[in-house]
T-cell receptor, first 116, second 117 residues
Framework: AQSVAQPEDQVNVAEGNPLTVKCTYS??????LFWYVQYPNRGLQFLLK??????LVKGSYGFEAEFNKSQTSFHLKKPSALVSDSALYFC??????????????FGKGTRLHILP | GAVVSQHPSWVICKSGTSVKIECRSL??????MFWYRQFPKQSLMLMAT?????????EQGVEKDKFLINHASLTLSTLTVTSAHPEDSSFYIC?????????????FGPGTRLTVT
């Protein structure tokens, strides 16, 4: 069964510094990887996804993620953090795209605090 | 882009009553919808997969008689929490898969906060 691990419960970064939120995955087939952000009492907002192609994926709000097959990782990055980036970030995986068993499984989430 | 709505956005009900949450795909057809549950400061846990015109598939540990799912049309799925108890209080998020033209993208609703008193 597919799974996602986010090893950090919380990440603190000073405003203006680069940020990284870590994610590793485990799938039986090809990985389809996603990052979502959630603000307090709100639903999920899609940030970016990796399906195939270039390992570096660019998404919304200046975020990007790098797919690393050998390390089974999909870390989220941003060159310069903003206070408004403070939120809960979820990594997610699908491994049976279009199959009846196709479903998105989420990591536990990482709370990102950007310090002014 | 594709939009998924949920109604209500929040609901308070008394213990022992039932409450229904609707999930609609507004501009696409969704043969498959998903229901997730999120406890405070925790991740989204998949509860069930809902397929239009057939019975839902529940994840292990989810009581199908307590969480009734109906997917009667290509744009609507409902989750009914029966005989609700305070421990059912949670944030429920639905998701719909766009099957149009081979597109299997999945979109999420804004969530429904249920509080059982």
């Amino acid at each position: 069964a597919q799974s996602v691990a986010q090893p950090e419960d919380q990440v603190n970064v000073a405003e203006g510094n680069p940020l990284t939120v870590k994610c590793t995955y485990s799938v039986s087939g090809n990985p389809y990887l996603f990052w979502y952000v959630q603000y307090p009492n709100r639903g999920l907002q899609f940030l970016l996804k990796y399906i195939t192609g270039d390992n570096l994926v660019k998404g919304s709000y200046g975020f990007e993620a790098e797919f690393n097959k050998s390390q089974t990782s999909f870390h989220l990055k941003k060159p310069s953090a903003l206070v408004s980036d403070s939120a809960l970030y979820f990594c997610a995986v699908r491994d049976k795209w279009g199959n009846r068993d196709d479903k998105i499984i989420f990591g536990k989430g990482t709370r990102l605090h950007i310090l002014p | 882009g594709a939009v998924v709505s949920q109604h209500p956005s929040w609901v308070i009900c008394k213990s022992g009553t039932s409450v229904k949450i609707e999930c609609r795909s507004l501009d696409f057809q969704a043969t498959t919808m998903f229901w997730y549950r999120q406890f405070p400061k925790q991740s989204l846990m998949l509860m069930a997969t809902s397929n239009e015109g057939s019975k839902a598939t529940y994840e292990q540990g989810v009581e199908k008689d307590k969480f009734l799912i109906n997917h009667a049309s290509l744009t609507l799925s409902t989750l009914t929490v029966t005989s609700a108890h305070p421990e059912d209080s949670s944030f429920y998020i639905c998701s719909a898969r766009d099957m149009g033209q081979g597109n299997y993208e999945q979109y999420f609703g804004p969530g429904t906060r249920l509080t059982v008193t």
